[in-house]
């Protein structure tokens, strides 16, 4: 194994005015194991949505980082997160994705715990002539060292020694606000190519006219022709991404441990299917978050959550599974009670755009598979991915965050063609914070 | 020839495939009637799929001939990289069992596998599941009013497009 120093994989010289990462970040092996252990088992990661497991004893089952996992509500309604594994022999307890069960009932030896993860029974104890030191130790299956809430998302750490979920979650909590009373409902993909792949593109304005163009022909053509049976998408209502538009069009915005947001200026629309509640919206929250809830808003909650309301309304759960290959589930949020016509109308915008099998998500993926290839080790290892921007963000927020109240620590306002990639920075300068004790 | 035999069928279904696996796009559009329904579900859990198109997600939904247009459009554009390089596709359809559903309307229930080799990146992939299509007489000629995919492995690699199941 090639052992790296942190600086020859994050070369980050404000005062120089560069920030460059090298290749090796998604490539190496080794590496990749050391981000499972100190950044996705190492500190909070999303696990799910509270409406996963409803009703007393519902559970679902997840990953944190390689470690399975099942969160499961008791038949009070208390919500807790266990490792998925018996004690006895390690056995994956619980193999279905979601369910509802007061026990489960181990299938390699019947050892047994309920909804709360209490050890219920160990088969024929009694006459299994165990040692004093076996009945001390504790049976129950294991939770994990933290797990909390905030507002229907559900976070976890295999780690104790992390900050609160509050102050992990800190400024971009806000934004999570703009898209809670949420209900998923998800699919699966796979991508050859490494998961920091997808945590950029989220964040990447600049990708998306060179790697859209197909889907965007179809939107102005449908946009051209008003036919009814086709999808009318909200991002062809906007002009954030056109090459013309004039102003302010958005920016990005870096929050501390390693959140980032992209957003785009989005006109309060029928395109989008939040407009049917704008009265009662604007009521309820004023109408400087009501402007932000309709404008494009791509948050990555580090390292694994991102959520996107921009041609519909997604949530992304990213898996690594290996340096060159990433899981990804996705998922529509919809808010409860929206009508059938709303629904209907976000549920087609998300298929057109973000599917596996949609119109433009294909085209994405197919490029972190090519980007995996030049990842290959060469002589020039740093990337120039990352620079656009720099001199134009600033410490602190601007007019556009201090209308509600939101405080980043760094932020980019941007014209449509400076396509922020300085907000790749906090993604970066939180994975050294995690590998700085394992990196030289 | 209101109706139509098993045969019949399976070699209608035979003639999809077919233009799928050569993009035959054109002939393949012409098989659907112009207010079609094509669904693929998604999977909700385990055991059960996705059943209304309009509050839960599916893979894919359309009503519509026109909106398969615009995904071959996409697919000729020229300008989608999953695109660019087309995978070898070979279909391979069976378990054909027709049943009458009216006048001039059947329901066709299939088994299909469709054998994708991606030249991109030199990896094969099988899909597989159900078919359930609705077919209409058209003057003399059948036509695909309805299409649903029951894609049974689900986990897609990297993007999956209509000639692909």
């Known amino acids: ?440 | 020839m209101s109706s139509m035999t098993a045969a019949e069928a399976a070699s209608f279904l035979s003639r999809e495939a077919l233009y799928l696996d050569r993009f035959d796009f054109d002939s393949w559009l012409a098989l659907y009637t112009p207010d079609c329904r094509f669904w693929m579900p998604a999977w909700r859990d385990d055991g059960t799929q996705t059943e209304d198109p309009d509050r839960e997600l599916s893979l894919i939904f359309y009503r519509g001939r026109r909106n398969l247009e615009d995904r071959v459009q996409r697919i000729r554009s020229g300008f989608s990289v999953a695109s660019a390089v087309m995978p070898r596709v070979a279909h391979m359809i069976g378990n054909v069992l027709v049943e009458p559903a009216g006048e001039g309307r059947v329901r066709v229930d299939s088994s299909f596998i469709s054998n994708v080799h991606d030249v991109r990146t030199n990896r094969s992939h099988s899909y597989f599941g159900r078919y359930e299509h609705e077919l209409v007489l058209d003057g003399a000629e059948w036509k695909i009013a309805s299409k649903i995919i029951r894609l049974m492995n689900d986990v897609v690699p990297t993007m999956l497009d209509v000639y692909g199941v």
């Open chain 1, 1 to 440: 194994m090639k052992s790296f120093a942190l600086r020859d994989l994050i070369d980050d010289r404000p005062q120089d005015g560069v920030f460059r990462v090298n290749r090796a970040l998604f490539r190496d092996q080794a590496l990749f194991e050391l981000e499972m252990k100190h950044i996705f088992e190492g500190g909070w990661v999303f696990v799910g949505m509270a409406t996963q497991a409803e009703n007393p004893h519902d559970y679902f089952t997840s990953f944190i980082g390689r470690v399975p996992i099942i969160v499961q509500r008791d038949g009070e309604g208390t919500l807790r997160c266990f490792v998925n594994a018996c004690p006895h022999k390690g056995v994956r307890l619980v193999q279905k994705l979601c369910g509802s069960a007061r026990r489960h009932v181990c299938p390699y030896h019947s050892w047994t715990f309920d909804s709360t993860g209490a050890n219920k029974n160990i088969k024929w104890q009694k006459a299994g002539r165990y040692a004093p030191g076996f009945d001390e130790d504790n049976h129950d299956l294991a939770p994990v060292a933290r797990f909390g809430e905030y507002r229907g998302f559900l976070f976890a750490s295999l780690n104790a020694d992390v900050p609160s979920l509050e102050a992990y979650l800190g400024e971009a909590r806000k934004l999570m606000d703009l898209v809670v009373d949420k209900s998923p409902e998800g699919v699966e993909l796979v991508y050859a190519a490494n998961w920091k792949m997808q945590l950029e593109n989220c964040s990447d304005q600049y990708h998306f006219t060179s790697t859209h163009p197909s889907y965007i022909r179809i939107l102005d053509q449908r946009a051209r022709e008003q036919v009814d049976e086709v999808v009318q998408s909200s991002i062809g209502a906007a002009d954030f991404w056109q090459e013309d538009a004039a102003g302010v069009t958005g920016g990005t915005m870096s929050f501390d441990h390693g959140h980032v947001l992209n957003w785009g200026v989005m006109p309060v629309s029928a395109a989008l299917p939040e407009f049917e509640r704008v009265e009662e919206l604007t009521k309820r929250l004023g109408v400087a978050k009501r402007n932000w809830m309709f404008n494009m808003r791509n948050l990555t909650i580090f390292p694994n959550l991102q959520l996107a309301d921009n041609a519909s309304s997604q949530m992304r759960v990213i898996r690594p599974i290996a340096a060159g290959m990433t899981e990804m589930q996705t998922w529509c949020i919809a808010p409860r009670g929206e009508s059938a016509e709303a629904r209907r109308f976000r549920i087609r915008q998300y298929e057109d755009f973000f599917n596996p099998t949609g119109m433009a998500t294909p085209d994405d993926t197919v490029c972190y598979e090519e980007a995996q290839l030049g990842m290959a080790e060469q002589d020039r290892p740093w990337l120039q991915g990352h620079a656009r921007g720099l001199t134009a963000s600033v410490e602190g927020g601007n007019e556009w965050s201090d209308r509600i109240g939101l405080k980043p620590a760094r932020s980019v306002l941007a014209d449509a063609q400076l396509c922020d990639e300085s907000l790749f920075g906090s993604y970066y300068r939180a994975w050294r914070e995690r590998m700085k004790e394992v990196l030289a």
